[in-house]
T-cell receptor, first 114, second 113 residues
Framework: DSGVTQTPKHLITATGQRVTLRCSPR?????VYWYQQSLDQGLQFLIQ???????AKGNILERFSAQQFPDLHSELNLSSLELGDSALYFC?????????????FGPGTRLTVL | GENVEQHPSTLSVQEGDSAVIKCTYS??????FPWYKQELGKRPQLIID?????GEKKDQRIAVTLNKTAKHFSLHITETQPEDSAVYFC????????????FGKGTKLSVIP
């Protein structure tokens, strides 16, 4: 167990819908990262937050957004869902911005869009 | 941006043999290189990492080597066991305000008993 929690474990929804994925980092970690894992694209970085502020953006679609709250948990919002958004979504956390940045992954949320 | 290439995509070895997985990266500013092991349906788990000021790091049966000049790094697993069977991912990160990981496509390792 990495100490990173994600809910829900599974999510099944229809095209055009909106969902929210939740992540709680390890105790003491200020940085949260979101990654998408699909069969054809592999593991891709979406977005990073550090202590409530957005720090870096990767291949995140405009239909997707995220935020990190004062208690450091983070939410990833996916809207106008398409079939191609079906994937495993992982969040990871790390302790501080200025170090070698060991990232520990949560168990993931499996999103299925029908 | 960074691009990480990983080879081979699949690897089968006999139990007890060694396995080697190789990665190359494109961004010379990358300075942190972790390796993750992912079992089917599970989260990626960090198994070893190396920073750019070190050429080699070992942890029991696992070792990683880094050649900064050639921009490649490798994972070596000795005395493989069936429980080593999984998908292994290499990754690279620049650090210094850009800590996101760029992953290779993964190597599916099968250890045959």
């Amino acid at each position: 167990d990495s100490g990173v929690t994600q809910t829900p474990k599974h999510l099944i929804t229809a095209t055009g819908q909106r969902v929210t994925l939740r992540c709680s980092p390890r105790s003491g970690d200020l940085s949260v990262y979101w990654y998408q894992q699909s069969l054809d694209q592999g593991l891709q970085f979406l977005i990073q937050y550090y202590n409530g502020e957005e720090r870096a953006k990767g291949n995140i679609l405009e239909r997707f957004s995220a935020q990190q709250f004062p208690d450091l948990h983070s939410e990833l919002n996916l809207s106008s869902l398409e079939l191609g958004d079906s994937a495993l979504y992982f969040c990871a956390s790390s302790v501080e911005l200025g170090s070698g940045n060991e990232q520990f992954f949560g168990p993931g949320t499996r999103l299925t869009v029908l | 941006g960074e691009n990480v290439e990983q080879h081979p995509s699949t690897l089968s070895v006999q139990e007890g043999d060694s396995a080697v997985i190789k990665c190359t990266y494109s961004d010379s500013a990358s300075n942190y290189f972790p390796w993750y092991k992912q079992e089917l349906g599970k989260r990626p788990q960090l198994i070893i990492d190396i920073r750019s000021n070190v050429g080699e790091k070992k942890d029991q049966r696992i070792a990683v080597t880094l050649n900064k000049t050639a921009k490649h790094f490798s994972l070596h697993i000795t005395e493989t066991q069936p429980e080593d069977s999984a998908v292994y991912f290499c990754a690279a990160s620049r650090g210094a305000g850009s800590y996101q990981l760029t992953f290779g496509k993964g190597t599916k390792l099968s250890v045959i008993p």
